[in-house]
């Protein structure tokens, strides 16, 4: 079936920092979108973006879905400890398939 | 309330063992999904189905079995045939197959260990 690739695998920031993650397709997407996973936790619903060239801000979370509707990007500005988890990106097209993650670990 | 349950929240098997990992939900969603979760690991699909009485197998579904017999309920089991088992499971649902303003809703998530 059709994968989304995400980048980088982990990443480990200062409280503070920036972060973002990524998610790439060989093929346009006729949606994306952006879970979390707490540790120990479930994935929860974050957003969805459906048309080229979104943007979308959720507080300190900006997600934005590319032109050619094959990536899209997760930032979030000055992280949080309570911004620990695993970050997925999904498309859904009959069933939802996800990408592999971005674990993201925030020192305090 | 309403959501998705999965039931027991930890599950110890012997090797050789059958055992049956329960989802239900109260949110009147057609579709329903499990899928698996290795530590470190992304989410893998094992079969969903988007109507009572129909179902589909993901990409990893050997050694898996379910039934929608309900539209509420949607059990996974886990045979001796599934080389591998331990695992933490997760079950899904949406209101209808995933189509490109649905999103899943996820229960707490059964862990499984093999011993």
């Known amino acids: 079936g059709q994968q989304v690739m995400q980048i980088p695998q982990y990443q480990h920031v200062q409280e503070g920092e920036d972060f973002t993650t990524y998610c790439n397709s060989s093929?346009?997407?006729?949606?994306i979108q952006w879970y979390k996973q707490r540790p120990g936790g479930h994935p929860v619903f974050l957003i969805q973006?459906?048309?080229?060239?979104e943007v979308k801000k959720q507080k300190r979370l900006t997600f934005q879905f590319g032109e050619a509707k094959k990536n899209s990007s997760l930032h979030i500005t000055a992280t949080q400890t309570t911004d620990v988890g695993t970050y997925f990106c999904?498309?859904?097209?009959?069933?939802?398939?996800f990408g592999s993650g971005t674990k993201l670990n925030v020192k305090p | 309330d309403g959501g998705i349950t999965q039931s027991p929240k930890y599950l110890f098997r012997k090797e050789g063992q059958n055992v049956t990992l329960s989802c239900e939900q109260n949110?009147?969603?057609?579709?329903m999904y499990w899928y698996r979760q290795d530590p470190g690991q992304g989410l893998r699909l094992i079969y969903y189905?988007?109507?009572?009485?129909?179902?589909q197998k993901g990409d990893i579904a050997e050694g898996y079995s379910v039934s929608r017999e309900k539209k509420e309920s949607f059990p996974l089991t886990v045979t001796s045939a599934q080389k591998n088992p331990t695992a933490f499971y997760l079950c899904?649902?949406?209101?209808?197959?995933?189509?490109?303003?649905?999103?899943?809703?996820f229960g707490q998530g059964t862990r499984l260990t093999v011993v």
């Open positions: 899904a649902s949406s209101i209808d197959r995933a189509g490109p303003t649905t999103e899943a809703f």
């Open positions: 093929t346009t997407l006729s949606n």
């Open positions: 973006l459906v048309k080229s060239g």
């Open positions: 999904t498309y859904n097209f009959n069933k939802f398939y």
């Open positions: 949110l009147n969603h057609d579709a």
């Open positions: 189905s988007q109507i009572v009485n129909d179902f």
